[in-house]
């Protein structure tokens, strides 16, 4: 059996997360997501408008995911993959070269980011001007 782990925050879930997912799940037969909890969003700067529960109850809900858990610090990569079997560590290439750390224990995948849209311009375009 093929697995593969992503991370992310899918704060405002979009078509682009939905990509990423869909085509990540093409490549295997287990999904993994590590939803960023709001602790580690601060630590990384970041502020969803939806809390942890509801964003990984929205990640949990789509068909392409098979297993959502928590993330909760940059240093849980390394013992996930040994602790899921993870073939591929995966994630959007704006982490490009991020994470080749990883490539000591499983095969390391940068998908290209889906064009024209991202929580930040959704909540940019939806302010009230
Ligand atoms: N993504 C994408 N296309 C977009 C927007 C996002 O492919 N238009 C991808 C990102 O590249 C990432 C995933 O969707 O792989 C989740 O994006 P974010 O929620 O922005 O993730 P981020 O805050 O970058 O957290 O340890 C890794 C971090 O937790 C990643």
Redesign the pocket.
């Known amino acids: 059996m093929k697995t593969i782990i992503?991370?992310?925050?899918?704060?405002l879930f979009h078509f682009?997360?939905v990509?990423?997912l869909a085509r990540l799940s093409e490549m295997c037969d287990q999904l993994i997501v590590g939803v960023?909890t709001d602790e580690f969003n601060a630590m990384?700067g970041?502020a969803a408008f939806f809390s942890y529960e509801q964003r990984s109850e929205i990640i949990a809900a789509c068909k392409y995911v098979s297993k959502v858990i928590p993330?909760q610090n940059?240093q849980q990569k390394s013992t996930d993959i040994e602790k899921f079997d993870v073939d591929v560590f995966a994630?959007?290439d704006?982490?490009e070269g991020q994470f080749d750390h990883l490539k000591s224990q499983c095969d390391v995948l940068y998908?290209t980011?889906?064009d024209d849209?991202?929580?930040t311009e959704i909540k940019n375009n939806l302010a009230v001007p």
Do not use: A, N, V
């Open positions: 992503t991370y992310g925050t899918f704060d682009g997360h990509r990423l960023s990384k970041k993330e940059w994630i959007g704006d982490w998908l980011r889906t849209i991202s929580t």
